[in-house]
């Protein structure tokens, strides 16, 4: 992978030049590298503080703005393929990129000097007031306190070396129990759980393939498998087995305020590309699994909860689905953007949901636009459009 460089932050008519002529990303898959080098962008004192910043990535750099009134406020090159994710503060993102995770004060529009260098930069996990980077290429896991990101300085962080590298995942609990996935580059196989000390106090390989986490209410942490669910709670692991030989649970969220998580749900190991029409349940105080027809496809960037709990779903019919997660029922369709079509490409732009408190913020990369949306209410608050398309979006979130 190529080693980031700093550039000098441009500013004024340069600016609008170097944004004019910046580099475009580059194509593949997950071992995608970029030959220029990333620019890193230099402190600046004169960038005033964006309001609840929302950071979308395009082909070629990041989009700043403004979470209230989805104003631009500043246009970042940073050539690559770039993903974009919260940090657990109030000011930064982690951005994900060729040459591993850069910390990004979206607040005053600067990279820090908070970096974790290395090959295929992965998952990024927030809970219980920790944020976990696990980096696939080195198979390493960095836990760090996002209160220390304050200043721009490397923070300190607590450190695990997987076995082998893999694309895998880890989170920590509030009492140090670190959860972290089993595997190697060709097969993933389970998780184990680590103590305070890094000593290994639980292990399950009954999970094949997999992929993704997600926190429930009471300290239940549930990772994706290609048969269902594996849950670790109050100490053991328990599995939460799905109908059929196949059928894999890869992306889920979770939430805080529920005992339910979300999942997505696909039954076809040979397809190019599901396009699912289902949602799994997944209740942890049972261990049982509830699978929901929408009647619409969507994609692994269509998944969030709402600030009470709610199950969100956005659809390739456009439509953002409430739906309570204790019943399944879709109680609110919110016309979000128009119909969609999901690419084969996973890097490739498609509509994507990010959720912070109350307000959904959507993307429509086609119309390069971006909206927002009040829950609660349905109703939409603002809309912008950018100079180009995005692909991903995230921003600043406070805890979790």
């Not at 290395?118 to 760090?144: A, I, M």
């Not at 989170?171 to 996935?181: W, Y």
Request: hydrophobic share 30%.
């Amino acid at each position: 992978m190529n080693r980031s460089t700093r550039a000098r932050t441009l500013t004024g008519t340069a600016l609008a030049l170097a944004t004019a002529m910046a580099l475009t990303a580059c194509g593949g898959g997950d071992d995608a590298s970029s030959d220029a080098e990333p620019k890193k962008q230099t402190k600046s004192s004169e960038a005033a503080a964006v309001k609840n910043p929302v950071v979308a990535s395009y082909d070629g750099g990041l989009y700043v703005l403004d979470g209230e009134t989805l104003k631009l406020a500043k246009t970042i090159e940073l050539p690559g393929f770039n993903r974009v994710n919260p940090a657990g503060d109030e000011d930064h993102v982690v951005i994900s990129t060729d040459s591993g995770f850069r910390v990004f004060d979206a607040a005053r529009q600067e990279f820090t000097d908070a970096e974790f260098k290395g090959s295929k930069p992965g998952h990024v996990v927030r809970h219980g007031g920790k944020t976990v980077l696990f980096t696939d290429g080195t198979g390493e896991v960095n836990v760090l306190d996002p209160a220390e990101l304050a200043g721009g300085k490397q923070p300190k962080t607590r450190s695990y070396t997987s076995a082998e590298p893999h694309h895998g995942v880890a989170i920590e609990l509030p009492d140090g129990e670190l959860v972290t996935t089993l595997g190697t580059e060709e097969k993933r196989t389970g998780a184990l759980v680590l103590d305070k000390d890094n000593r290994e106090i639980a292990r399950s390989e009954n999970c094949p393939g997999v992929h993704g986490e997600a926190a429930a209410k009471g300290e239940v942490i549930g990772l994706g498998c290609e048969d269902g669910v594996l849950l670790y709670k109050e100490g053991e692991f328990t599995k939460v087995d799905a109908p059929g030989d196949y059928a894999r649970t890869g992306n889920q969220a979770g939430s805080d305020a529920s005992p339910i998580l979300l999942g997505d749900y696909k039954t076809d190991p040979e397809a190019e590309l599901e396009r699912p029409t289902r949602i799994s349940l997944i209740d942890t105080r049972t261990a049982k699994m509830k699978l929901v027809d929408l009647g619409t496809s969507y994609s692994f960037r269509s998944l969030a909860r709402g600030p009470h709990g709610e199950a969100l779903v956005l659809g390739t019919n456009g439509v953002l689905h409430v739906i309570d997660p204790e019943t399944g029922k879709v109680e609110k369709k919110i016309d979000a953007v128009g119909d969609w079509t999901e690419p084969l490409d996973w890097q490739q732009p498609r509509p994507t949901l990010f959720v912070r408190d109350h307000t959904a913020y959507v993307s429509d990369p086609g119309k390069r636009q971006l909206h927002s949306f009040d829950l609660d209410s349905g109703e939409k608050l603002t809309s912008v459009t950018l100079p180009k398309g995005t692909n991903e979006l995230s921003g600043t979130v406070a805890g979790h």
